[in-house]
């Protein structure tokens, strides 16, 4: 199913001289849901690489990166959160990720909250004569929207938002919070290695560090960090200019993810790129958020948590807990119940989640993650039998035995995939009933 999302716009966003003004739609503020939500009014410092970065969200936005063809665009998603403004977007094939952290502001913060932003061809037209060094006025909200050459016309967009684009949004998240910082670039090193990469978006490579530079494999190695797409990090290159560290974040070693996450630094502002385990492969399908959601409680706590967010730079498992009563366990399971509602991402530069709020409600939770439908299914009808750590699930196609501890099971998909996408719906559905049977006992 494909939800499609309107999005209402008092008139377009625009760029005029030294004006940028963003026009929102449809967002969720600390004062409550907005049609038009207002959130700054001040400027950006580093105007320049400000404009770059807000290019290359749309850039991503705009790309299908695997089996390229003309597609829809989805206008960034931008939260503010008091101390920045973070804008996201998602390429139309859901296997690149994409979020510019802009603190270069000076000026006031009239409300906190998540929203959708324009960006329009004349837009995207002038951002790309953005230069030099002075600073740029910008306003998030309609009420910015006083330029003379505006007919104020509403500008309305039916975009649609494929179950696959917020399982993405969820599975990044959960993904990202695993990854540790693997290496550490400065400015010209960073340059030098991103410029000598493959442009090609299917071609693949490994990296290691190696002194103040990063070392290019085309064979997986013990240590190495995957790009799986070397093309896919294509939107880094127009900000080279503005470089002042590439940093480098990849699973642990000997997970076998090849997923991994490049984040430049830059003048007052991170730009950060998620890049899938394959250019075939977008997010959507990883299942790294299964385990998390198939517990009872998660939904539950999810709600508990909810009104402990509040739009805060930064939120913090242990801070969390304390503030709930839950065990952090449970705080971690309820913060993925809330990702994959779209209401949490995940910063790794600070190692903290953070809330945003996306176009998507709780009760298409199930309806996203179809394996956990099917694994709930099975154990209620009392098809799964478990003794120690092993259990037995009995399909229409057979018997599948389940290892609980490794997550192992007989069926194909344990065979195709061997872990490396989630668990499969007999081994969700043998843990489910698992922790029943431990709750029943205990």
């Known amino acids: 199913m494909t939800a499609v999302q309107a999005y209402s ?3 377009p966003s625009f760029l005029d001289g030294s004006r940028l003004g963003l026009s929102t739609s449809g967002g969720r503020a600390l004062s409550g849901p907005l049609p038009r939500p207002r959130f700054f009014s001040g400027l950006v410092t580093e105007a320049a690489p400000a404009a770059a970065g807000l290019l290359a969200l749309s850039d991503v936005a705009m ?10 665009t989805r ?3 931008v939260t503010c959160d008091g101390q920045r403004l973070r804008m996201e977007s998602f390429s139309a094939c859901g296997g690149v990720y994409a979020r510019l952290d802009l603190a270069a502001l000076d000026g006031d913060i009239l409300d906190r909250g998540t929203t959708n932003v324009d960006v329009n061809g004349p837009l995207r037209e002038a951002l790309a004569r953005v230069g030099g060094k002075d600073p740029l006025h910008l306003g998030v909200g309609a009420d910015e929207m006083s330029v003379t050459t505006l007919d104020g016309a509403v500008v309305e967009k039916k975009v649609p938002l494929p179950p696959r684009w917020l399982r993405g949004f969820a599975e990044v998240q959960v993904i990202a919070a695993g990854f540790d910082l693997r290496a550490e670039l400065t400015g010209p090193h960073a340059v030098r290695f991103l410029r000598s990469l493959p442009r090609a978006a299917g071609a693949t490579v490994w ?3 190696a002194g103040r530079d990063l070392r290019v494999h085309s064979d997986a190695r013990p240590g190495a960090v995957c790009l799986a797409g070397a093309g896919r ?3 880094l290159l127009p900000l080279l200019r503005f470089a002042k560290a590439l940093r480098v974040y990849g699973p642990p070693a000997g997970s076998g993810s090849t997923a991994s996450v490049w984040e430049l630094e830059l003048p007052g502002m991170r730009y950060t790129l998620a890049i899938s385990p394959a250019p075939s492969r977008g997010f959507s399908g990883e299942g790294a958020v299964l385990d998390h959601l198939s517990t009872d409680e998660a939904a539950g706590d999810a709600d508990v948590l909810a009104p402990l967010l509040a739009f805060e730079p930064a939120i913090e498992v242990g801070a969390l807990a304390d503030a709930s009563g839950l065990a952090p366990a449970r705080v971690r399971a309820a913060l993925t119940q809330l990702g994959t509602a779209g209401r949490v991402g995940y910063d790794l530069h600070e190692s903290a989640h953070f809330h945003r709020e996306l176009p998507y409600d709780r009760d298409q939770v199930a309806e996203l993650n179809p394996r956990l439908t099917a694994a709930r299914a099975l154990a209620s009808s009392g098809a799964v039998r478990v003794s120690g750590d092993r259990a037995e699930v009995t399909t229409p196609g057979g018997v599948r035995i389940v290892g609980l501890a490794d997550g192992s099971c007989t069926c194909e998909w344990w065979f195709d995939h061997r872990g490396s996408r989630g ?3 007999h081994v969700l559905a043998a843990r489910i009933v698992a922790r029943v049977a431990v709750g029943v006992n205990a």
Request: glycine letters at 4%; charged letters at 15%; proline letters at 20%.
């Open 9 to 11: 716009y008092a008139a």
């Open 63 to 72: 790309t299908r990166y695997h089996q390229p063809r003309p597609g829809w």
């Open 75 to 77: 206008d960034p998603v």
């Open 207 to 209: 990296v290691t560090p």
């Open 423 to 425: 668990p499969c719906k």
């Open 233 to 235: 990090v294509a939107t």
